[in-house]
């Protein structure tokens, strides 16, 4: 069974930039697809990001691409989303998952968050205008 635990999120002004990162322990990460997703208040959890098991095939949500970067060191069983240029509307509970059942990469399948089967708490982002 594998925990997960994200760390980095804050409160900061639009234009700052924020990395956020999910530690896996328990059991290796190194083989699977990753991702990140977050939940604004009184919105349902949105995908954000996804990597396969290398960092070599991403997937941006188009609300953040070119904008945000996630990478990976399997390394240090870490995941890690890159926030740069943020706005209010990125203010939400971001969440970090990993699909361990799969080892090959789509990106359409891991747009969806009910193919993970294991996620973090949470760590809260708030930007503010």
């Known amino acids: 069974q594998v925990q997960l635990v994200e760390s980095g999120g804050g409160l900061v002004q639009a234009g700052a930039s924020l990395t956020l990162s999910c530690a896996a322990s328990?059991?290796?990460?190194?083989?699977?697809?990753m991702g990140w997703f977050r939940q604004a208040p009184g919105k349902e959890r949105e995908f954000v990001a996804a990597?396969?098991?290398?960092?070599?095939?991403?997937t941006y949500a188009d609300s953040v691409k070119g904008r945000f970067t996630i990478s990976r060191d399997n390394a240090k069983n870490t995941l890690y989303l890159q926030m740069n240029s943020l706005k209010p509307e990125d203010t939400a509970v971001y969440y970090c998952?990993?699909?361990?059942?799969?080892?090959?990469?789509?990106?359409?399948?891991?747009?969806?968050?009910?193919?993970?089967?294991?996620w973090g708490q949470g760590t809260q982002v708030t930007v503010s205008s």
């Open positions: 990597s396969n098991w290398n960092g070599l095939t991403v």
């Open positions: 998952a990993v699909e361990s059942q799969r080892t090959d990469y789509s990106a359409s399948y891991y747009r969806r968050d009910a193919v993970y089967d294991a």
């Open positions: 328990g059991r290796t990460t190194s083989r699977f697809a």
